[in-house]
């Protein structure tokens, strides 16, 4: 069955460097999200991404946050100048349609120093 | 504004008793419910929504707009069970929604032997 997936599992980085999680959507789907979950807290919403625009955004994802699909297969979520407070598990996930289930990547483990 | 409440952050119950996870939901329009699992070391995966009405390895939920709740059940529990449980919640699909999850805290709940 095929998989969402995401790289690296574990970025450990500097305050102020910037950082690129990778994601590789399930071939057919067109609609993705990236979340985070910052230790011990609830899995929240970032941004959802369609037809090669944001469609919506949080408060969290503010001017140090950009997503791109560099490559139409690729799905990357870039922070321009980490923040100690950045350092979460993000997941990224995909789905078909608007009608269909959210897959999930496992997570890339961010850790800002 | 949308909001998914799990009161419980832990659940423990014996192999063979009935467990019921609560999930207590605001949202102003017609939302659509999920619970997610994540296993040990696994990813987040779906286990129900609301509109397929159907029972997934032994659980249901269902849609109370009353009391604004989707409570997970299951009549028997399996130690396979232990898992981390999320409750959440997607404004309609098809309206403003482009299909962002809004996560409850989730539930651990342990099975013992």
């Known amino acids: 069955e095929p998989e969402v997936t995401q790289t690296p599992s574990h970025q450990v980085t500097q305050m102020g460097q910037e950082v690129i999680l990778r994601c590789v959507p399930i071939s057919n789907h067109l609609y993705f999200y990236w979340y985070r979950q910052i230790l011990g807290q609830k899995v929240e919403f970032l941004v959802s991404?369609?037809?090669?625009?944001?469609?919506?955004k949080s408060e969290i994802f503010d001017d140090q946050f950009s997503v791109e699909r560099p490559d139409g297969s690729n799905f990357t979520l870039k922070i321009r100048s980490t923040k100690l407070e950045d350092s979460a598990m993000y997941f990224c996930a995909t789905k078909r349609g608007l009608q269909y289930e959210q897959y999930f990547g496992p997570g890339t483990r961010l850790t800002v120093t | 504004a949308q909001r998914v409440t799990q009161p419980e952050k832990l659940l423990s119950v014996f192999k063979g008793a009935p467990v019921e996870l609560k999930c207590n939901y605001s949202y102003s329009g017609s939302p659509e419910l999920f619970w997610y699992v994540q296993y040990s070391r696994q990813r987040l995966q779906l286990l129900l929504r609301?509109?397929s009405r159907e029972s997934i390895k032994g659980f249901t939920a269902d849609l109370n707009k009353g009391e604004t709740s989707f409570h997970l059940k299951k009549p028997f529990a399996q130690e396979e069970d232990s898992a981390m449980y999320y409750c959440a919640l997607s404004g309609h699909a098809g309206g403003t929604s482009y299909g962002k999850l809004t996560f409850g805290q989730g539930t651990i709940l342990t099975v013992h032997p």
């Open positions: 991404f369609y037809n090669n625009e944001i469609s919506e």
């Open positions: 609301h509109i």
